[in-house]
């Protein structure tokens, strides 16, 4: 159990400085089980705190953990260059908490994008060594063929890359699209093996990283969530199942 000041908590949850925190609490916008706590040095114990300002229920985590369902002409970037930032989609506290993107999606790629302020967590999830499948599907701009689909599974040859990278699965659901594993995460891979492998990408969606589904959790484009640690546990290799 641990016990901090009513405003190191709120500070610590992206409120602002610890000057605008003690001004928000001092002044009696924020209140507990529909109790105003207006001293700022007060102790509380974090865990399991849920407390409201101006009218909005917060809960204390020591670290989020969420899932964006991320649209198109969005930037994984804390400082887009061309298009807004995915940060934009969320609110300002997550924002002054240092949330950052696990890895990159495409500006015009949208769907699963996890995010995070617990950089040990973004690290491991970034991780080449961890081999975490991908689901994404991909629109192409001809027709699949049986020959692409096994190019893929079989392996193409990148540009900069040493050996040939292959899906993990490759499965036509349609004329022009097909749902494709990857676990090795390099840049622009799925675009780029599709070119190799003779064909071109027209769009492209992260459906699922690891056992962890985005339809399981509901979102349309541009919503997010929080993940809780059931959906954290099924962001995992088929080796750690």
Partial sequence: MSKLSFDRILQSQGFGTRKYCRELIDDGDVSINGVVHDNHKELLETQGLIFTIFDEEWTYREHVYICLNKPGNFECSRKPSHHPGVLTLLPEQLSWRDVQPVGR?????????????????????????????KLYVATTAEPIT???????????????????????????V????????????????????????????????RTAIGQLNLSSLGLQEGEWCYLE?????????????
């Avoid at 495409?106 to 967590?121: A, Q, R, V």
């Avoid at 392996?155 to 490759?170: N, W």
């Fill in 229 to 241: 640690p059931e959906h954290l546990a099924l962001l995992i290799s088929d080796a750690e199942k």
């Fill in 105 to 133: 999606l495409d500006h015009d790629t949208t769907g699963m994008l996890l995010m995070s302020d617990d950089g040990p967590f973004i690290h491991a999830q970034s991780s080449p060594k961890r081999h975490i499948p």
């Fill in 174 to 205: 349609s004329e022009f699209q097909l749902q494709i594993v990857l676990e090795q995460g390099k840049y622009h891979q799925v675009k780029r093996m599709l070119a190799a492998a003779g064909n071109h990408c027209a769009a492209l969606t």
């Fill in 146 to 172: 049986e020959a692409l689909v096994e190019k893929l599974l079989s392996g193409v040859q990148l540009h900069d890359e040493p050996e040939p990278l292959a899906a993990q699965s490759c499965v036509q």
